[in-house]
């Protein structure tokens, strides 16, 4: 006879973060929003993730912009492209800490050398 058993997988979706702290009045804050809004699945898909996208309304015309409750920047990018990278950089910074790995030390090689 054979034997079924059942294998349970279960997969943690990684949930990102997004604040955006500004005036909503703000062109310079609605214009973060939006682009935040346009690579959202960009996002998502490069990290199997879930992002969300959140504002608090602050006096402050220039926005401030934190990445899983990490600060990234204050004011526009040049460009999506560029909010692309920082928050990239950010999430990956934040995926090596939680699985502990230190991508710039050397492994050594036989013989001795590293």
């Given at each position: 006879?054979?034997?079924?058993?059942?294998?349970?997988?279960?997969v943690?979706?990684?949930?990102?973060?997004?604040?955006?702290?500004?005036?909503?009045?703000?062109?310079?804050?609605?214009t973060?929003i939006?682009?935040?809004?346009?690579?959202?699945?960009?996002?998502?898909?490069?990290?199997?993730?879930?992002?969300?996208?959140?504002?608090?309304e602050?006096s402050?015309?220039?926005p401030?912009?934190?990445?899983?409750?990490?600060f990234?920047f204050?004011?526009?990018?040049?460009?999506?492209?560029?909010?692309?990278?920082?928050?990239?950089?950010?999430?990956?910074?934040?995926?090596?800490?939680?699985?502990?790995?230190?991508?710039?030390?050397?492994k050594?090689?036989?013989?001795?050398?590293?």
């Open positions: 006879m054979f034997q079924i058993q059942k294998i349970y997988i279960v943690a979706m990684l949930n990102i973060e997004i604040l955006v702290k500004g005036a909503k009045s703000s062109y310079y804050v609605r973060i939006d682009w935040l809004y346009e690579i959202k699945d960009i996002i998502e898909n490069e990290y199997s993730a879930r992002v969300e996208i959140r504002h608090v602050e402050s015309e220039i401030e912009v934190h990445v899983c409750g990490e990234a204050l004011g526009l990018p040049d460009n999506e492209g560029e909010l692309i990278e920082i928050i990239k950089s950010i999430v990956e910074r934040k995926i090596i800490k939680q699985k502990n790995i230190n991508l710039c030390s050397k050594e090689e036989p013989g001795g050398r590293s």
